[in-house]
């Protein structure tokens, strides 16, 4: 059966308006989400709030959004689950503000691309050459961080990054390692430099703020400290050439 609930949702145009909220009503069943709200507050009472979404199942992380107070994406959260007859929806922290709930990631990607996100190898491939053999123990130690869909939750969880926006981010630093892991790049030394200034990898405090808010189960704190590790020398990656599957 349906119950109406409220959405108070945060409006704001920088520098055309101050910021403020505005009051929805909506009817919201057992199985609707707070994106679905979302829409219906933009369809049927005012066509002027600006939401980003897409996929519309957890899986492009476009719909992140401040959920009463805590990293959500819209479209993974259900109003019941939430257990409250008013649901406040704010912009994610940390991004500055393009209008109502839509942050600039910019800044994010930036972080995200000086990482080099790929594999780096000067492997020659010839015409005969298909993939990479790799055991399920090399795929076990980055599996879970290549579950990453960038939606930035982490990011607006994390408090380093309210304080220093040159620091890359719980979401940068796991997927460093996530290359860094994988026994088919060759650059590790290249990689760790990226991260090893002040305002790099050491300006993490571990609050775990960022693993608990992951939507895709990513746990970011446990890999900054993996890749502590290494930089610390408490770890050693094994030097591991990869077999290449040829096809005759």
């Known amino acids: 059966m349906a119950k109406n609930v409220r959405l108070k949702v945060y409006r704001h145009i920088p520098g055309q308006d101050s910021p403020h909220y505005d009051m929805y009503e909506v009817p919201a069943e057992r199985w609707t989400t707070v994106l679905d709200a979302l829409l219906y507050a933009k369809a049927y009472k005012d066509h002027s709030i600006a939401i980003r979404y897409s996929c519309r199942m957890a899986s492009c992380g476009s719909c992140g959004m401040m959920i009463n107070g805590i990293p959500r994406l819209a479209c993974y959260t259900k109003?019941?689950?939430?257990?409250?007859?008013?649901?406040?929806?704010?912009?994610?922290?940390?991004?500055?503000?393009?209008?109502?709930?839509?942050?600039?990631?910019?800044?994010?990607?930036?972080?995200?691309?000086?990482?080099?996100?790929?594999?780096?190898?000067?492997?020659?491939?010839d015409e005969k050459t298909r993939e990479f053999l790799q055991s399920p123990e090399d795929?076990?130690?980055?599996?879970?961080?290549?579950?990453?869909?960038?939606?930035?939750?982490?990011?607006?969880?994390?408090?380093?990054?309210?304080?220093?926006?040159?620091?890359?981010?719980?979401?940068?630093?796991?997927?460093?390692?996530?290359?860094?892991?994988?026994?088919?790049?060759?650059?590790?030394?290249?990689?760790?430099?990226?991260?090893?200034?002040?305002?790099?990898?050491?300006?993490?405090?571990?609050?775990?703020?960022?693993?608990?808010?992951c939507p895709k189960g990513v746990d970011p704190a446990l890999g900054i400290q993996l890749l502590r590790g290494y930089m610390m020398g408490f770890s050693k990656k094994e030097k591991k050439e990869p077999k290449l599957l040829r096809k005759t």
Request: hydrophobic share 35%.
């Open 139 to 213: 795929l076990d130690k980055f599996l879970q961080f290549s579950y990453c869909i960038k939606c930035g939750l982490c990011y607006s969880a994390c408090p380093v990054v309210a304080t220093d926006t040159k620091f890359p981010g719980p979401q940068a630093l796991a997927q460093m390692y996530r290359y860094f892991a994988d026994n088919r790049d060759q650059a590790s030394d290249e990689r760790l430099k990226i991260v090893d200034n002040r305002h790099g990898i050491w300006r993490c405090h571990f609050a775990g703020s960022c693993s608990k808010v």
């Open 79 to 125: 109003i019941d689950e939430l257990n409250m007859d008013t649901i406040t929806c704010e912009p994610l922290s940390n991004y500055p503000i393009i209008r109502d709930l839509v942050g600039d990631f910019t800044t994010f990607f930036k972080h995200h691309s000086d990482m080099k996100p790929y594999i780096i190898n000067d492997i020659e491939i």
